[in-house]
């Protein structure tokens, strides 16, 4: 079960990057993707990893936290097993590994022990 994470890079404060997760594999352990709740996750240097944004199986339900709410969407494609998070107006503050996550759920949690897979983590760097 792997969740690969791509897209990430350097972009000035004001501009815009598409992060993209990819599942591999048919299924995820026995079980297809739409079965998964996704989120976003980042981790700045010397803090803890913290919730982005997550999406429903079907991706009818988001959730944001409040610094990324407008600017960020988080979106899927089950037939494809891709999850995107883009990443509009950056900010310095902004600057952090990104990482994918799966949960076995039909609901968003945000606390980082309720996601079961990950993937390895995109750096974005925003510059002043």
């Known amino acids: 079960v792997q969740l690969q994470a791509s897209g990430g890079g350097l972009v000035q404060a004001g501009g815009s990057l598409r992060l993209s997760c990819a599942a591999s594999g048919r299924t995820f352990n026995g079980r297809t993707f739409n079965s998964y709740t996704m989120g976003w996750f980042r981790q700045a240097p010397g803090k803890e990893r913290e919730f982005v944004a997550g999406?429903?199986?079907?991706?009818?339900?988001?959730y944001y936290v409040d610094p990324v709410k407008g600017r960020f969407t988080i979106s899927r494609d089950n037939r494809a097993k891709m999850v995107y998070l883009q990443m509009n107006s950056l900010k310095p503050e902004d600057t952090a590994v990104y990482y994918c996550?799966?949960?076995?759920?039909?609901?968003?949690?945000?606390?980082?022990?309720?996601?079961?897979?990950w993937g390895q983590g995109t750096l974005v760097t925003v510059s002043s």
């Open positions: 999406i429903s199986w079907s991706g009818g339900a988001t």
């Open positions: 996550a799966a949960r076995l759920s039909r609901t968003i949690a945000t606390m980082r022990g309720e996601y079961d897979y």
